[in-house]
Protein backbone atom coordinates (compact mmCIF):
# COMPACT_ATOMS: atom_id res chain seq x y z
CA UNK A 1 0.00 0.00 0.00
CA UNK A 2 1.51 3.47 -0.78
CA UNK A 3 -0.53 5.71 1.34
CA UNK A 4 1.71 7.31 3.65
CA UNK A 5 2.58 10.77 4.78
CA UNK A 6 6.13 12.08 4.39
CA UNK A 7 5.43 15.70 5.83
CA UNK A 8 3.44 17.30 8.67
CA UNK A 9 1.03 17.82 7.60
CA UNK A 10 0.48 15.41 4.87
CA UNK A 11 -1.10 16.70 1.16
CA UNK A 12 -4.10 14.90 0.15
CA UNK A 13 -4.89 16.46 -3.15
CA UNK A 14 -8.55 15.83 -4.87
CA UNK A 15 -9.05 15.99 -8.04
CA UNK A 16 -12.32 16.30 -10.64
CA UNK A 17 -11.26 13.93 -12.85
CA UNK A 18 -12.24 14.71 -16.88
CA UNK A 19 -12.08 18.16 -16.18
CA UNK A 20 -11.54 19.20 -18.49
CA UNK A 21 -9.94 15.88 -19.57
CA UNK A 22 -9.14 12.92 -18.76
CA UNK A 23 -5.28 13.46 -20.12
CA UNK A 24 -5.30 16.79 -18.24
CA UNK A 25 -6.31 15.46 -14.96
CA UNK A 26 -3.11 12.78 -15.21
CA UNK A 27 -1.39 15.56 -15.79
CA UNK A 28 -2.80 17.68 -13.29
CA UNK A 29 -2.45 14.43 -11.00
CA UNK A 30 1.60 14.27 -11.32
CA UNK A 31 1.96 17.95 -10.83
CA UNK A 32 0.23 17.80 -7.28
CA UNK A 33 2.36 15.24 -6.37
CA UNK A 34 5.93 16.74 -8.10
CA UNK A 35 4.78 19.72 -5.27
CA UNK A 36 4.29 17.45 -2.30
CA UNK A 37 1.19 15.44 -2.45
CA UNK A 38 1.03 12.45 -0.56
CA UNK A 39 -2.33 11.29 -1.94
CA UNK A 40 -3.88 11.73 -4.75
CA UNK A 41 -8.15 11.60 -4.44
CA UNK A 42 -9.67 10.69 -7.97
CA UNK A 43 -13.26 11.81 -8.10
CA UNK A 44 -15.47 10.01 -10.44
CA UNK A 45 -17.93 12.34 -11.86
CA UNK A 46 -21.43 11.96 -11.21
CA UNK A 47 -24.80 13.58 -12.27
CA UNK A 48 -26.41 14.24 -8.70
CA UNK A 49 -23.02 15.48 -5.98
CA UNK A 50 -24.98 16.19 -2.80
CA UNK A 51 -22.32 16.24 -0.82
CA UNK A 52 -20.27 18.94 -3.30
CA UNK A 53 -20.04 22.46 -3.51
CA UNK A 54 -20.99 24.52 -6.38
CA UNK A 55 -17.11 23.98 -7.83
CA UNK A 56 -16.84 20.67 -7.65
CA UNK A 57 -20.40 19.70 -8.86
CA UNK A 58 -19.54 22.08 -11.93
CA UNK A 59 -16.44 20.30 -12.80
CA UNK A 60 -18.67 17.21 -12.70
CA UNK A 61 -20.89 18.51 -15.12
CA UNK A 62 -18.36 19.35 -17.45
CA UNK A 63 -16.38 16.11 -17.16
CA UNK A 64 -20.00 14.28 -17.81
CA UNK A 65 -20.09 16.20 -20.70
CA UNK A 66 -17.04 15.05 -22.39
CA UNK A 67 -17.98 11.73 -21.53
CA UNK A 68 -16.15 10.69 -18.78
CA UNK A 69 -16.84 7.55 -16.13
CA UNK A 70 -15.60 4.91 -13.87
CA UNK A 71 -13.50 3.26 -16.43
CA UNK A 72 -11.39 6.22 -17.82
CA UNK A 73 -10.37 7.56 -14.40
CA UNK A 74 -9.37 3.41 -13.35
CA UNK A 75 -7.22 4.10 -16.44
CA UNK A 76 -5.72 7.50 -15.44
CA UNK A 77 -4.87 6.27 -12.22
CA UNK A 78 -2.84 3.08 -14.04
CA UNK A 79 -1.61 5.98 -16.22
CA UNK A 80 -0.33 7.60 -12.70
CA UNK A 81 0.37 4.55 -11.12
CA UNK A 82 3.46 4.27 -14.13
CA UNK A 83 4.72 6.83 -12.79
CA UNK A 84 4.50 7.55 -9.28
CA UNK A 85 4.15 5.57 -6.26
CA UNK A 86 2.22 7.91 -4.35
CA UNK A 87 -1.17 6.96 -2.83
CA UNK A 88 -4.24 6.84 -4.91
CA UNK A 89 -7.71 6.77 -3.73
CA UNK A 90 -11.10 6.29 -5.67
CA UNK A 91 -13.72 9.25 -4.56
CA UNK A 92 -16.83 8.42 -5.65
CA UNK A 93 -20.55 8.00 -5.12
CA UNK A 94 -22.18 4.67 -4.89
CA UNK A 95 -24.05 4.22 -7.93
CA UNK A 96 -21.07 4.70 -10.55
CA UNK A 97 -19.65 1.47 -8.61
CA UNK A 98 -22.66 -0.66 -8.73
CA UNK A 99 -23.42 0.22 -12.40
CA UNK A 100 -19.31 -0.44 -13.03
CA UNK A 101 -20.03 -4.29 -10.59
CA UNK A 102 -18.61 -4.17 -7.08
CA UNK A 103 -16.47 -7.10 -7.58
CA UNK A 104 -15.23 -5.72 -10.81
CA UNK A 105 -14.32 -2.10 -9.69
CA UNK A 106 -12.20 -3.75 -7.11
CA UNK A 107 -10.54 -5.79 -8.94
CA UNK A 108 -9.74 -3.60 -11.86
CA UNK A 109 -8.68 -0.92 -9.34
CA UNK A 110 -6.00 -3.36 -7.78
CA UNK A 111 -4.91 -3.86 -10.87
CA UNK A 112 -4.70 -0.11 -12.25
CA UNK A 113 -2.45 0.24 -8.74
CA UNK A 114 -4.83 2.03 -6.84
CA UNK A 115 -4.58 2.09 -3.03
CA UNK A 116 -8.12 2.44 -1.74
CA UNK A 117 -11.55 4.13 -2.32
CA UNK A 118 -13.51 6.59 -0.47
CA UNK A 119 -17.61 6.24 -0.98
CA UNK A 120 -18.92 9.36 -0.13
CA UNK A 121 -22.54 7.93 0.03
CA UNK A 122 -22.02 4.53 1.50
CA UNK A 123 -23.05 4.54 5.05
CA UNK A 124 -21.49 2.12 7.63
CA UNK A 125 -24.04 -0.02 8.64
CA UNK A 126 -24.62 -0.99 4.79
CA UNK A 127 -21.03 -1.64 3.21
CA UNK A 128 -21.13 -5.28 4.52
CA UNK A 129 -20.46 -6.56 0.72
CA UNK A 130 -18.23 -3.66 -0.04
CA UNK A 131 -15.72 -4.47 2.67
CA UNK A 132 -15.92 -7.78 1.87
CA UNK A 133 -14.54 -7.46 -1.44
CA UNK A 134 -12.26 -4.31 -0.32
CA UNK A 135 -10.54 -6.95 1.77
CA UNK A 136 -10.28 -9.63 -0.93
CA UNK A 137 -8.64 -7.16 -3.34
CA UNK A 138 -6.15 -5.84 -0.85
CA UNK A 139 -7.51 -2.15 -1.34
CA UNK A 140 -8.52 0.40 1.67
CA UNK A 141 -11.53 1.47 2.39
CA UNK A 142 -11.61 4.71 3.72
CA UNK A 143 -14.47 6.48 5.50
CA UNK A 144 -15.44 9.93 6.33
CA UNK A 145 -16.19 11.05 10.02
CA UNK A 146 -17.70 13.92 10.76
CA UNK A 147 -18.50 16.23 14.28
CA UNK A 148 -21.82 15.29 14.58
CA UNK A 149 -20.62 11.41 14.75
CA UNK A 150 -21.49 9.70 17.76
CA UNK A 151 -18.86 8.19 19.97
CA UNK A 152 -20.32 4.47 18.76
CA UNK A 153 -19.91 5.33 14.90
CA UNK A 154 -16.56 6.61 15.19
CA UNK A 155 -15.24 3.76 16.85
CA UNK A 156 -17.11 1.71 13.87
CA UNK A 157 -15.47 4.43 11.79
CA UNK A 158 -11.65 3.84 13.02
CA UNK A 159 -12.45 -0.25 12.71
CA UNK A 160 -13.13 -0.31 9.65
CA UNK A 161 -11.36 1.93 7.82
CA UNK A 162 -7.56 1.38 6.59
CA UNK A 163 -5.04 3.92 5.15
CA UNK A 164 -6.61 6.68 6.88
CA UNK A 165 -9.20 8.25 8.34
CA UNK A 166 -10.80 11.33 6.59
CA UNK A 167 -12.32 13.73 9.34
CA UNK A 168 -15.02 15.94 8.01
CA UNK A 169 -14.20 19.37 9.56
CA UNK A 170 -17.77 20.69 9.41
CA UNK A 171 -20.66 19.55 8.20
CA UNK A 172 -22.79 20.78 5.11
CA UNK A 173 -21.07 20.89 1.38
CA UNK A 174 -17.88 20.60 0.19
CA UNK A 175 -15.83 24.23 -0.58
CA UNK A 176 -13.19 27.06 0.44
CA UNK A 177 -13.70 28.72 3.55
CA UNK A 178 -12.00 31.81 5.05
CA UNK A 179 -11.78 29.70 8.38
CA UNK A 180 -11.83 26.17 10.21
CA UNK A 181 -14.30 25.21 11.59
CA UNK A 182 -13.15 24.43 15.27
CA UNK A 183 -15.33 21.00 15.14
CA UNK A 184 -12.02 19.90 13.58
CA UNK A 185 -9.73 19.81 15.99
CA UNK A 186 -12.06 18.36 18.43
CA UNK A 187 -12.79 15.49 16.21
CA UNK A 188 -9.77 14.54 15.35
CA UNK A 189 -9.24 14.52 19.07
CA UNK A 190 -12.36 12.05 19.45
CA UNK A 191 -11.49 10.28 16.84
CA UNK A 192 -7.42 9.53 18.50
CA UNK A 193 -9.27 7.54 21.31
CA UNK A 194 -10.08 5.06 18.71
CA UNK A 195 -7.30 4.88 16.13
CA UNK A 196 -3.83 4.48 15.51
CA UNK A 197 -4.72 5.54 11.63
CA UNK A 198 -3.20 8.81 10.25
CA UNK A 199 -5.85 11.37 10.58
CA UNK A 200 -6.70 13.66 7.55
CA UNK A 201 -8.93 17.02 7.82
CA UNK A 202 -11.22 17.69 4.86
CA UNK A 203 -13.71 20.51 3.75
CA UNK A 204 -12.73 24.11 2.99
CA UNK A 205 -9.01 24.17 3.16
CA UNK A 206 -7.23 26.94 0.51
CA UNK A 207 -4.73 28.81 2.49
CA UNK A 208 -1.18 28.56 3.86
CA UNK A 209 -2.44 29.32 7.06
CA UNK A 210 -5.34 26.88 7.10
CA UNK A 211 -2.89 24.38 6.15
CA UNK A 212 -0.41 24.82 8.90
CA UNK A 213 -3.20 25.33 11.16
CA UNK A 214 -4.78 21.62 10.35
CA UNK A 215 -0.76 20.50 11.06
CA UNK A 216 -0.91 21.43 14.65
CA UNK A 217 -3.65 18.79 15.18
CA UNK A 218 -4.33 16.28 12.23
CA UNK A 219 -1.32 13.99 10.38
CA UNK A 220 -2.96 15.73 6.79
CA UNK A 221 -4.91 18.43 5.22
CA UNK A 222 -7.64 17.36 2.19
CA UNK A 223 -7.27 20.15 -0.15
CA UNK A 224 -10.11 19.45 -2.81
CA UNK A 225 -12.03 22.51 -4.10
CA UNK A 226 -9.85 25.06 -4.16
CA UNK A 227 -8.00 22.54 -6.88
CA UNK A 228 -10.42 22.20 -9.12
CA UNK A 229 -11.13 25.87 -8.94
CA UNK A 230 -7.28 26.28 -9.69
CA UNK A 231 -8.11 23.90 -12.95
CA UNK A 232 -11.58 25.72 -13.97
CA UNK A 233 -9.51 29.12 -13.89
CA UNK A 234 -6.89 28.57 -15.90
CA UNK A 235 -7.41 26.51 -18.98
CA UNK A 236 -3.91 25.70 -20.96
CA UNK A 237 -1.91 25.60 -17.77
CA UNK A 238 -3.85 23.80 -15.28
CA UNK A 239 -1.04 21.31 -14.14
CA UNK A 240 1.49 24.35 -13.69
CA UNK A 241 -1.39 26.30 -11.56
CA UNK A 242 -1.74 23.46 -9.63
CA UNK A 243 1.38 22.46 -8.63
CA UNK A 244 2.34 26.75 -7.72
CA UNK A 245 -1.06 26.86 -5.68
CA UNK A 246 0.01 23.75 -3.85
CA UNK A 247 3.70 24.64 -3.49
CA UNK A 248 2.58 27.98 -2.68
CA UNK A 249 0.27 25.76 0.14
CA UNK A 250 2.80 23.79 2.20
CA UNK A 251 5.73 26.63 1.76
CA UNK A 252 7.72 24.42 -1.05
CA UNK A 253 9.35 25.56 -4.48
CA UNK A 254 8.60 24.17 -7.44
CA UNK A 255 10.61 25.15 -10.75
CA UNK A 256 8.66 22.32 -12.78
CA UNK A 257 5.61 20.66 -13.47
CA UNK A 258 4.89 17.39 -14.40
CA UNK A 259 2.66 17.84 -17.91
CA UNK A 260 2.90 22.16 -18.08
Same mark, same amino acid.
Given at each position: ?62 ? #?????? #? ?32 ? *? ?29 ? *??? *? ?56 ? *? ?64
Amino acid at each position: MSIRFNRQPGLVAYISCGDPSLDTSRDVALAAIQAGADVIELGVPFSDPVADGPVIQRASERA #LEHGTN #LAGVIEVARQIREQSDAGLIMFSYLNPILQFGLQ *KFCSAAADAGIDGALVTDLPLEEAVEYLRAM *KAH *KLAPVFLAAPTSTEQRLRAIAKHSRGFVYAISRTGITGTRQELAGDARSLVERLRAYT *KLPIAVGFGISTPEQFVEVGSFADAAVVGSAIVQTVEQNPGQEAAAVSEFLASLTGTTQSTAAGS
